[in-house]
């Protein structure tokens, strides 16, 4: 009588000499995979993504995993940058250059255009980067946007460590805190009603030492901006801020040549430089690993606003 049993017979008795294959799967391996993962369900469950880019490294990383999700195939969706007017040249030149080379599709919303026909106006202490979220919100609306991938982790900022990896957003483009979704067993529920839209945060998981880590492995270009250079600088409010057409040292503000970099890029008015040797990413991670302060803390002074500053922008609809 055959049983299924039969059908399926025992393999042979394993030597206890043999040795046992293993592989072992890294921090970064884990955190890679979740995020192409997040980028794979995205696309299968949304119908118009689209990336948010500004050639900061988040970002790289970020489009990085993209194609990494997608290969051999290009990326599916397109990226969407909004301009202050006040960006760094490395970094725009570096967005250009990367568009360009991997044939991607570009939309660029820029603040300027709102302040030029009075949609939007000057703030009295000149930063721009709080005037995003009208031009951001208006092209996603304008082209139809229903998932938008942010570089935004949880170590940054205490708002940005409230978000979801799905987080939704109103046919306002607002956040609600206390309006998010459980995301159990790594299930991400992107379900949301004409108007609406979802924010999407690949790197959730990731720390700052997580992203050069990564930078690291996969030698990913940077900017130069990234990696210590010779720039004139002033300090206000404990930053180093870079002589510019949108930073000027005020009365008794002192300017020096010094050896800096940056860890986040920006506005050029509010976004600091710190004092770094660091000329590799194997350096700059030595650096990360020792600093007690947050990129954000430590380097974008609009941040420094209030306690709230962030949630605030976040709720009506920020990055």
Not at 58 to 86: C, E, N, Q, W, Y
Request: charged residues 30%.
């Amino acid at each position: 009588m055959t049983t299924v049993l039969d059908t399926f017979p025992a393999p042979p008795p394993r030597s206890l000499e043999a040795p046992l294959s293993t592989h072992t799967v890294t921090e970064l391996d884990a955190l890679e995979s979740e995020s192409i993962f997040v980028f794979r369900e995205v696309a299968a469950e949304f119908e118009r993504p689209v990336i948010l880019f500004s050639g900061g490294k988040d970002s790289i990383v970020m489009l990085h995993l993209a194609r990494k999700a997608f290969a051999p195939a290009g990326v599916p969706f397109t990226l969407l940058h909004v301009d202050t007017g006040h960006n760094f040249p490395e970094v725009l030149d570096y967005r250009d250059n990367t568009v360009a080379q991997l044939g991607l599709r570009l939309e660029v919303a820029k603040v300027e255009d709102y302040i030029a026909d009075g949609r939007l106006r000057e703030r009295n202490d000149g930063t721009r980067n709080q005037l995003q979220t009208v031009p951001l919100l208006d092209a996603i609306n304008e082209h139809r946007f229903d998932a938008v991938f942010g570089g935004g982790r949880r170590d940054e900022e205490r708002a940005r460590a409230k978000e979801r990896i799905f987080s939704l957003r109103d046919e306002f483009g607002q956040w609600d805190p206390r309006n998010q979704r459980p995301e159990l067993w790594s299930l991400y529920n992107g379900k949301h009603k004409p108007g609406e839209h979802v924010r999407v945060f690949p790197l959730s998981n990731w720390t700052e030492l997580d992203v050069w880590n990564y930078i690291a492995r996969e030698n990913i270009p940077l900017p130069s901006i990234y990696y210590a250079h010779e720039r004139d600088v002033f300090e206000r409010d404990g930053m180093l801020l870079a002589v510019g057409p949108y930073s000027q040292p005020r009365a008794g503000e002192s300017v020096t040549e010094r050896t800096v970099r940056y860890r986040t890029v920006g506005d050029m008015s509010c976004t600091g430089a710190v004092a770094s040797t660091a000329t590799t990413p194997a350096d700059v991670v030595i650096e990360v690993a020792a600093s007690t302060i947050t990129e954000r803390g430590a380097t974008r002074a609009d941040d420094r606003a209030s306690e709230a500053a962030m949630e605030d922008r976040k709720r009506e609809g920020y990055f």
